[in-house]
C-alpha cells in the first residue's frame, strides 16, 4: 500500500511555463484534495474532488486546474506559472464518509520555484 | 468563514519538559478538530483527532481535549523528546467539503 504519492518531488519553472503535477492514491478514498504551503504560512486548499468526474475550488484556485477521471489519480495543472505559485503542493485523500471521514491522508509535496 | 488560531512560534523547551500549544477556533456546527505533525522534508502526519466536544484525542504521548466552551483544541505532552522537534498545526474539518482548514503551525524545538 503505497497511501499517496506525488511526482515530481522538486521543479524550477520559469515564468509563463506550464507544468502538471501528478498525485495518485491506492486507498480508494472518494476525497481528494490539493493544498500549497507556504514558508511559515499553514495549508491552503486549492482544490478538491468528491469523486471522479467531480471537482470544485478551493480558497486559492486561480492559476490552476485540475481533473479527475478516475479514482486514483488527481493531476493539477498549473498554466502560465508565476513567482506567486512558488510553493510546495500537497495532495491528500480521505474517505470523506462516518467519523474518520475528515482524516486526510498526505503525499510527501512537490517543492516548486517559479523563477 | 471558518478559522483556526495558534500560538505562535518557534517554541523552544529543553528535553523532558512540559509542552503545551495552544489552538482556539472558530467555525459554525460542530466540526471535528484535529492536530497533524510535520517533520522537516516531509508531508503531514495525523497526530490525533477529536470528534466531538469532550472527546480527548491522544496518540504517541500527546494529548487534546475538544472544548466547547472554549472553542479550544490545546495539544499537551508531559515529557517532550528531541525526537518530536516538529512543526505541529491545528485544524479543522469542513462538514460541507469534507476538506481541512489549518492553523499556520506552531514550530518545535526540543534541545538536549
Known amino acids: 500500500n503505497a497511501g499517496v504519492t506525488q511526482t515530481p518531488k522538486f521543479r524550477i519553472l520559469k515564468i509563463g511555463q506550464s507544468m502538471t503535477l501528478q498525485c495518485a492514491q491506492d486507498?480508494?478514498?472518494?476525497?481528494m484534495y490539493w493544498y500549497r504551503q507556504d514558508p511559515g504560512m499553514g495549508l491552503k486548499l486549492i482544490y478538491y474532488s468528491v469523486g471522479a468526474g467531480i471537482t470544485d475550488k478551493g480558497e486559492v484556485p486561480n492559476g490552476y486546474n485540475v481533473s479527475r477521471s478516475t479514482t486514483e489519480d488527481f493531476p493539477l495543472r498549473l498554466e502560465l506559472a508565476a513567482p506567486s505559485q512558488t510553493s510546495v503542493y500537497f495532495c491528500?485523500?480521505?474517505?470523506?464518509?462516518?467519523?474518520?471521514?475528515?482524516?486526510?491522508?498526505f503525499g510527501p509535496g512537490t517543492r516548486l520555484t517559479v523563477t | 468563514g471558518d478559522s483556526v488560531t495558534q500560538m505562535e512560534g518557534p517554541v523552544t523547551l529543553s528535553e523532558e519538559a512540559f509542552l503545551t500549544i495552544n489552538c482556539t477556533y472558530t467555525a459554525t456546527g460542530y466540526p471535528s478538530l484535529f492536530w497533524y505533525v510535520q517533520y522537516p522534508g516531509e508531508g503531514l502526519q495525523l497526530l490525533l483527532k477529536a470528534t466531538k466536544a469532550d472527546d480527548k484525542g491522544s496518540n504517541k504521548g500527546f494529548e487534546a481535549t475538544y472544548r466547547k466552551e472554549t472553542t479550544s483544541f490545546h495539544l499537551e505532552k508531559g515529557s517532550v523528546q528531541v525526537s518530536d522537534s516538529a512543526v505541529y498545526f491545528c485544524a479543522l474539518g469542513d462538514t460541507g467539503r469534507r476538506a481541512l482548514t489549518f492553523g499556520s503551525g506552531t514550530r518545535l524545538q526540543v534541545q538536549p
Open positions: 491528500a485523500s480521505s474517505l470523506g464518509k462516518g467519523n474518520g471521514g475528515y482524516e486526510q491522508y
Open positions: 486507498m480508494n478514498h472518494n476525497y
